[in-house]
């Protein structure tokens, strides 16, 4: 039988610090960035396209690190920024969106985040929204990226509205024909969908609030009600480090603290190490965890629930060389997450 070694690496976490700058962070990627918005007491695009956003009434708000006029609000009474210029082109592609936001509402039904839309109903480029339409899962996120619901998908509804902030991430792969939901930095929905279903707009994006194109159904779309921070578009699918690396951004001056507390509730061993792998769990207290291993495009190849600090995995043979992660996630969070890369 075949073995196969790991190599165990600590993902870093990158500090941001105590005051935001005008000037790109260094943990956004930057190969096929669109457009990056801080939103440091001013709309403007710091990716050097010059995709800058207009602002129709919305205010500057403290960001989740507390920064004074580093976020945006958004009060649900049609206040909105638009980006003029088409982010993506018509022909599909893959694309990221990436953002933080904090809810201040449990919306009745879906409320538009970021939409970029046609004149006909449900003709989207990309859709996401907050709450299910219909209230079926009014706590949920759903990305539409076409012409109809069935091409929708959603995070699983979480019972309450958190008041906290939380990072958002929507990847649509091309290639793998897939559509992704990121919930701080963790893997929470999946599903297939087609490249033809992609629409072929070439209208302005809307954050908070969606205008109708001239000619447009006259169905109206629900405002956002709360704050949005760190908003990033890219023309690819942003890899799970990538994503990781978003949402780890941290509010203190040093990395150390962050890094540790993460990284080190897992601890993988032996490393090197052959198919059979032991992984410790500092974090446990006695209630349920999972164990979930995914590849550098989000595709899952592992994931099982425990109830013990210390287990040990067999991993599957079919898992070919490449680099993945694993997951500990307990109450649908991100608790820890280990890099690893598996040689032939």
């Given at each position: 039988?075949?073995?196969?070694?790991?190599?165990?690496?600590?993902?870093?976490?990158?500090?941001?610090?105590?005051?935001k700058?005008?000037?790109?962070?260094?943990?956004?990627?930057?190969?096929?960035?669109?457009?990056?918005?801080?939103?440091?007491?001013?709309?403007?695009?710091?990716?050097g396209?010059?995709?800058?956003a207009?602002?129709?009434?919305?205010?500057?708000?403290?960001?989740r690190?507390?920064?004074?006029?580093?976020?945006?609000?958004f009060?649900?009474?049609?206040?909105?920024?638009?980006i003029?210029?088409?982010?993506?082109?018509?022909t599909?592609?893959?694309?990221?969106?990436?953002?933080?936001?904090?809810?201040t509402?449990?919306?009745?039904?879906g409320?538009?985040?970021?939409?970029?839309?046609?004149?006909?109903n449900?003709?989207?480029?990309?859709?996401?929204?907050?709450?299910?339409?219909?209230?079926?899962?009014p706590?949920?996120?759903?990305?539409?990226?076409?012409?109809?619901?069935?091409?929708?998908?959603?995070?699983?509804?979480?019972?309450?509205?958190?008041?906290?902030w939380?990072?958002?991430?929507?990847?649509?792969?091309?290639?793998?024909?897939k559509?992704?939901?990121?919930?701080?930095?963790?893997?929470l929905?999946?599903?297939?969908?087609?490249?033809?279903?992609?629409?072929?707009?070439?209208?302005?994006?809307?954050?908070?609030?969606?205008?109708?194109?001239?000619g447009?159904?006259?169905n109206?779309?629900?405002?956002?009600?709360?704050?949005?921070?760190?908003?990033?578009?890219?023309s690819?699918?942003?890899?799970?480090?990538?994503?990781?690396?978003?949402?780890n951004?941290?509010?203190?001056?040093?990395?150390?603290?962050?890094?540790?507390?993460?990284?080190?509730?897992?601890?993988?061993?032996?490393?090197?190490?052959?198919?059979?792998?032991?992984?410790?769990?500092?974090?446990?207290?006695?209630?349920a965890?999972?164990?979930?291993?995914?590849?550098?495009?989000?595709?899952?190849?592992?994931?099982?629930?425990?109830?013990?600090?210390?287990?040990?995995?067999?991993?599957?043979?079919?898992?070919?060389?490449?680099?993945?992660?694993?997951?500990?996630?307990?109450?649908?969070?991100l608790?820890?997450?280990k890099e690893?890369?598996?040689?032939?």
């Amino acid at each position: 039988m075949r073995k196969k070694t790991l190599t165990i690496l600590a993902l870093s976490v990158i500090s941001i610090g105590s005051l935001k700058a005008q000037q790109l962070p260094g943990y956004v990627p930057t190969t096929q960035l669109k457009a990056w918005y801080s939103f440091t007491n001013n709309y403007n695009d710091l990716s050097g396209n010059s995709n800058h956003a207009t602002n129709y009434g919305t205010v500057f708000a403290p960001d989740r690190c507390q920064n004074a006029n580093a976020a945006v609000y958004f009060d649900g009474n049609y206040k909105k920024l638009v980006i003029q210029n088409s982010l993506l082109p018509v022909t599909p592609t893959s694309f990221t969106i990436a953002f933080w936001i904090k809810r201040t509402s449990a919306p009745g039904t879906g409320q538009d985040i970021i939409a970029e839309r046609g004149t006909a109903n449900y003709d989207h480029k990309y859709r996401i929204t907050l709450g299910d339409p219909g209230s079926s899962a009014p706590h949920a996120y759903t990305h539409c990226i076409s012409h109809h619901h069935n091409t929708e998908f959603k995070y699983p509804a979480i019972g309450t509205v958190t008041s906290e902030w939380e990072h958002v991430t929507v990847v649509y792969d091309k290639d793998l024909s897939k559509n992704f939901i990121y919930i701080n930095g963790n893997l929470l929905a999946s599903n297939n969908l087609p490249a033809n279903t992609y629409a072929p707009t070439q209208n302005p994006t809307w954050i908070g609030g969606i205008d109708l194109p001239t000619g447009g159904n006259p169905n109206i779309d629900v405002p956002y009600k709360g704050y949005i921070d760190d908003l990033g578009f890219w023309s690819r699918a942003l890899n799970v480090k990538e994503i990781i690396d978003l949402a780890n951004a941290d509010c203190s001056n040093t990395t150390s603290i962050r890094n540790n507390t993460f990284n080190n509730k897992l601890n993988v061993y032996p490393n090197p190490a052959n198919r059979n792998i032991t992984i410790e769990n500092s974090a446990f207290t006695g209630g349920a965890f999972d164990i979930r291993i995914i590849n550098n495009t989000g595709q899952e190849v592992y994931n099982n629930n425990f109830k013990s600090g210390k287990i040990n995995i067999d991993l599957p043979e079919t898992i070919p060389a490449g680099v993945y992660y694993i997951y500990l996630i307990a109450d649908q969070q991100l608790q820890s997450v280990k890099e690893i890369s598996i040689r032939p």
